[in-house]
């Protein structure tokens, strides 16, 4: 069978093929002038060619996810992987590379592709994955065959087993790699619940709702008409069974739009929650005791559970409330009985106004109670040494005292909403139908047909409330974790199209790498200033030594430099460009630093992650090596060895404890890795002992480019 023409793109296109993937994606996409690929990193694999691609995709307010594929789950990632580029492997050593950009496609086994003049085709799944993997399947294939031939596997099972074998020979080599498009965490939520089609799933959601509600009042109100009518034969049975089963489909609909609301909404919220922690100052965190920052972290979690619950509650109830006034205003109360129950549901929502400042007290009162409590187990010996054994608990029960009045009252509050009001509303609805009933002048179907609409309405407004009651508690988690959100929707500044083809090495030897004049910092907007009139040049193979006393300003100083703080005033200049120019993350990837060790972490996870995570993730063979090299010069060969899984040991809290001279040396190789112009250590030999500080520096002298270190005299 000929194999279908798939359309892909030249290496040299991808600037283009980016932009033109994100337009056919629906991304609404920042204006960017995309400057040519440079001709070095076509070919290029590793870091440089990754922060081209990515300040390209920063410019159009995109992100990408560099991803591999592995033999055994291609199928799966080109399945899932649209919007994405995919690089397809080059048919000679010498030849550029293809490029294929796949489009998000439901199909399971065809793939949408956008061709170089931005027309679509859809092209078999099983044929792109045979793009991919071919090459690396032709040397095995007689190899392979003439296995099966030795041991006569029959005609109808050799394509089986020859799949079977490849597998095994080939099931974690990698095939292809790409990059996924996506929205960044910082992009406004309006335009990630669009791309994401939650704004569609509201609707689909609404109008099944509708539906089914709507077909189980046509159903109830036929047979209820027949019954008064006193004409319930068996055609009409018949049809009020088809009109209870033609809601299930909608009812089937309306549950699972719910849940993949929910899993959408709770996935979108953690984004922007963890994106919010990481780029928290830490000034922020440093003016915060643990127990404030652990109720952020419980009320993130309440967000997410009452926040979506709520809100899909609240909108199904709405529906439901909307078809109680319809069926209000055409029973024996008239328009004044829909009236009547609009004006109770403002009641209601008066109530949950109440109730939403007497909960935001008790909150307020129990987090305060929460971190009190934590910051004094966390004293809590100082307090024994320092406090009579009288007055240890006397605050806590003052503050617990003053809790339960809280509690009690926001309880009180509580109950008013949850059991009034929908109680409130049958004697209210009814009390609207006594004048039409005592005057007798309607009709008995008219009677029938209010009285369901107030039971209708009871019943809508059980489920509000409890809605309301789950919204409130989200809104007073929002604002404790507002913060983070906030953090997470700053915008960085972006790499200028001129800077995109920048090289992070430089040539002009005659020329500063670091230029600062005049620059003038403050942690807070009319504090002292920590750097006052402060200058500095530092020229590409320069070695510099920064010494001074402790709070003088070194390390605030190491962090401007690096990128990490903005300057109040003053120029900065990294290779003659400044950071408006180069962008937040492009003057990061160009200057690397390794903050002071209270400012550093090791990260749960394997010994090989804490050393790469600022190279690239997943590392391929080549970057294992540079870094178990390069670990062997500063002395963490012995560690290694002892460590049972080597690279891949798990370290940090839950795995093997490192000590502060290996944590140290850990610092100072996840700089040196990264691959930056300059690297900027702070205080990193401070606890090495002379024989691991002479190997450090030594390693460090031959391997960056340019140095500053910051220490004591």
Not at 383 to 396: G, K, P, S
Not at 685 to 698: C, H, I, K, V
Request: hydrophobic letters at 50%; glycine letters at 10%.
């Amino acid at each position: 069978m000929a194999q279908p023409n798939i359309p892909t793109w030249s290496a040299s296109e991808i600037g283009r093929a980016l932009e033109a993937l994100a337009r056919a994606s629906g991304y609404p996409t920042r204006a960017a002038d995309i400057p040519p690929t440079p001709a070095d990193l076509l070919t290029d694999q590793h870091t440089t060619r990754e922060r081209w691609l990515q300040a390209v995709a920063a410019r159009l307010g995109l992100e990408l996810e560099p991803v591999y594929a592995l033999y055994q789950s291609s199928t799966l990632l080109l399945q899932q992987a649209g919007p994405a580029i995919i690089q397809l492997p080059a048919a000679a050593p010498t030849a550029e590379p293809r490029l294929l950009v796949l489009l998000a496609s439901t199909h399971p086994h065809r793939l949408t592709v956008l061709a170089s003049d931005l027309t679509r085709h859809r092209v078999p799944l099983t044929a792109v994955n045979q793009m991919l993997c071919a090459p690396y399947e032709t040397p095995l294939r007689s190899e392979i065959e003439h296995m099966l031939d030795t041991i006569n596997v029959p005609a109808h099972r050799r394509a089986r087993a020859a799949a079977t074998l490849m597998r095994e020979r080939l099931g974690t080599t990698e095939v292809g790699h790409g990059w996924l498009l996506r929205l960044p965490p910082e992009a406004p939520i309006g335009r990630q619940l669009v791309s994401t089609g939650v704004i569609g799933m509201v609707a689909g959601l609404v109008g099944a709702h509708a539906l089914q509600y709507g077909l189980l009042l046509l159903a109830w109100g036929m047979l209820g008409s027949g019954v008064l009518a006193d004409n319930l034969d068996t055609g009409l049975l018949i049809a009020w069974v088809l009109l209870l089963l033609t809601m299930l489909p909608f009812r089937l609909l309306a549950t699972w739009l719910q849940g993949v609301l929910a899993i959408e909404g709770g996935t979108l919220l953690k984004q922007k929650l963890l994106a919010g922690c990481l780029r928290l100052a830490p000034e922020a965190l440093r003016t915060q005791g643990m127990g404030q920052i652990l109720g952020r972290v419980l009320e993130a979690e309440r967000i997410e559970t009452l926040a979506i619950s709520g809100g899909l509650l609240s909108l199904t109830a709405l529906i439901e409330l909307a078809f109680a006034a319809a069926i209000l205003a055409s029973g024996a109360g008239g328009p004044l009985h829909a009236l009547l129950l609009m004006g109770w549901l403002g009641v209601t929502l008066v109530l949950g106004g109440s109730y939403l400042r007497r909960h935001q007290h008790w909150t307020n009162t129990r987090l305060n109670l929460s971190h009190d409590l934590i910051e004094r187990m966390v004293g809590h010996r100082t307090r024994l040494a320092q406090e009579a054994a009288t007055e240890w608990h006397r605050e806590e029960d003052t503050a617990l005292k003053h809790y339960l009045r809280q509690a009690q009252a926001q309880d009180q509050h509580e109950g008013v909403l949850l059991a009034a009001v929908p109680r409130g509303w049958l004697i209210v609805g009814l009390l609207g139908l006594a004048p039409a009933f005592v005057a007798g002048t309607d009709p008995t179907g008219a009677l029938a047909l209010a009285l369901g609409g107030v039971v209708l309405a009871y019943l809508a407004l059980l489920v509000f409330v409890q809605g309301l009651w789950s919204l409130v508690g989200a809104w007073i988690a929002w604002r404790q974790v507002a913060p983070l959100v906030a953090a997470c929707q700053q915008i960085e500044p972006l790499p200028a199209p001129a800077a995109l083809a920048v090289s992070s090495a430089t040539d002009a030897t005659q020329a500063p790498l670091i230029d600062a004049d005049n620059l003038v910092f403050r942690y807070r907007p009319h504090g002292r200033p920590v750097l006052r009139n402060s200058s500095l040049q530092i020229y590409p193979g320069d070695r510099l030594l920064l010494e001074g006393p402790s709070g003088g300003g070194k390390s605030t100083l190491a962090a401007v430099v690096a990128g990490l703080r903005v300057p109040e005033s003053g120029l900065l200049l990294l290779n003659g460009l400044d950071r408006q120019t180069l962008g937040a993350v492009g003057w990061r990837q160009r200057v690397v630093t390794a903050p002071q060790f209270h400012e550093n972490h090791v990260f749960t996870g394997t010994f090989a992650f804490n050393l790469l995570m600022g190279r690239r993730w997943p590392p391929d063979h080549s970057d294992i090596e540079e870094a178990e090299a390069l670990c062997e010069e500063l002395g963490l060969g012995p560690l290694l060895a002892r460590m049972p899984g080597g690279m891949l040991q798990a370290v940090g809290d839950t795995g093997w404890q490192l000590s502060h001279g290996e944590k140290s040396r850990l610092f100072i190789a996840r700089a040196l890795l990264q691959g930056a112009d300059l690297v900027v250590l702070d205080e990193s030999f401070a606890a090495l002992d002379p024989e691991n500080l002479e190997r450090a520096l030594t390693c460090v002298l031959k391997r960056a480019p340019t140095l500053l270190v910051i220490a004591h005299p």
